[in-house]
C-alpha cells in the first residue's frame, strides 16, 4: 500500500481514481465552510474581497497607495497570505491599518477554514472592508472559495500580456482584473489591449483596470470600484 495516498497499488489506475475523490472531497468540505463565510458577512453587510496574482505584481504597493485614502471614513483589515516571511503585514502594518499574517509553510494558497478562524478576531470581526492578499500564484488560489464577494486578478506589465490564456480559472472566476506597473509599459513588450481580450474571450465583460502605484494612474478608479462593491453590500448607493 502506498503509504502517502493510501492506495493498494501505485503502479495501477486506482491512485488516479483515489486522488481525484480525495481532492473533490477536500473542495466540497472548503466550500462548505466558505459558504458559511459569506453567510456571516452578508448578515453584517462586511465586504470581502479575495486578491490574485503572480509573485511580484505589486498587490502590497496598490494597497498601501489606496487604503490610506479610505482608511479614515470605512474600518478596514487586511489578511496577508505567504508561503514564508512577514515582510509584506510588516509594510502594510505601518500604515495603522489592521493585519494578520497567515503564512501556509509551503502551500500554495489560503483556504477558507484558515480564513474563518481570522474573521472570528478583532477587528476582522466588525471590519467595513476585509483584503486578503492571496499567495502569489494564478493557479491553486483559484480553485479555493474563501467566502470573498469578489476576486481581484492583477497582472503586471513585466509578467507578459498572455497570463490570461495560460491561466484561465483565474480570470473566468474574477469580478475585476488590474494590469498593474504600466509605468514600466515604455519598457517592456506588454500588449495591453492583446491582454484584454485574451481575458474577455475567458470572460466576456470582464472589468478591466490598468493602473500605476507609481504615477497614481488608476489608483483613484481602483477605490471606486471597491466603494462601489461595498454599497453594493450594503444595499445603498454613494457617489464617490
Known amino acids: 500500500m502506498c503509504e502517502e495516498c493510501g492506495c493498494e497499488n501505485a503502479n495501477n489506475s486506482q491512485p488516479v481514481k483515489r486522488e481525484i475523490i480525495i481532492e473533490e472531497n477536500v473542495l466540497a468540505k472548503n466550500d462548505n465552510i466558505a459558504a458559511g463565510i459569506r453567510d456571516e458577512l452578508a448578515a453584517r453587510k462586511a465586504l470581502m474581497i ?19 485614502k479610505i482608511m479614515n471614513e470605512y474600518s478596514l483589515a487586511v489578511i496577508e497570505g505567504d508561503v514564508q516571511t512577514r515582510y509584506d503585514a510588516e ?23 484558515s480564513v474563518k478562524n481570522m474573521l472570528a478576531n478583532k477587528p476582522f470581526d466588525s471590519s467595513d472592508i476585509i483584503i486578503i492578499e492571496n499567495v502569489g500564484n494564478l493557479v491553486c488560489p483559484s480553485a479555493f472559495d474563501l467566502g470573498e464577494d469578489a476576486k481581484v486578478v492583477s497582472i503586471s506589465v513585466t509578467e507578459g500580456d498572455d497570463k490570461p490564456e495560460k491561466y484561465p480559472a483565474a480570470f473566468a472566476s474574477a469580478s475585476l482584473m488590474l494590469i498593474t506597473k504600466t509605468d514600466l509599459l ?18 466576456p465583460g470582464l472589468p478591466v483596470i490598468t493602473l500605476s502605484s507609481v504615477t497614481g494612474e488608476g489608483v483613484d478608479e481602483w477605490i471606486k470600484w471597491l466603494l462601489h462593491a461595498l454599497d453594493h453590500k450594503k444595499g445603498h448607493t454613494h457617489t464617490h
Open 50 to 68: 479575495n486578491m490574485l496574482s503572480s509573485p511580484g505584481s505589486g498587490k502590497t504597493t496598490l494597497l498601501e497607495k489606496s487604503l490610506p
Open 91 to 113: 509594510r502594510l502594518r505601518k500604515l495603522n491599518i489592521p493585519v494578520s499574517q497567515l503564512n501556509t509553510g509551503g502551500a500554495c494558497h489560503l483556504d477558507a477554514q
Open 186 to 203: 515604455p519598457y517592456v513588450q506588454f500588449d495591453v489591449e492583446r491582454c484584454k481580450e485574451g481575458a474577455w474571450q475567458i470572460h
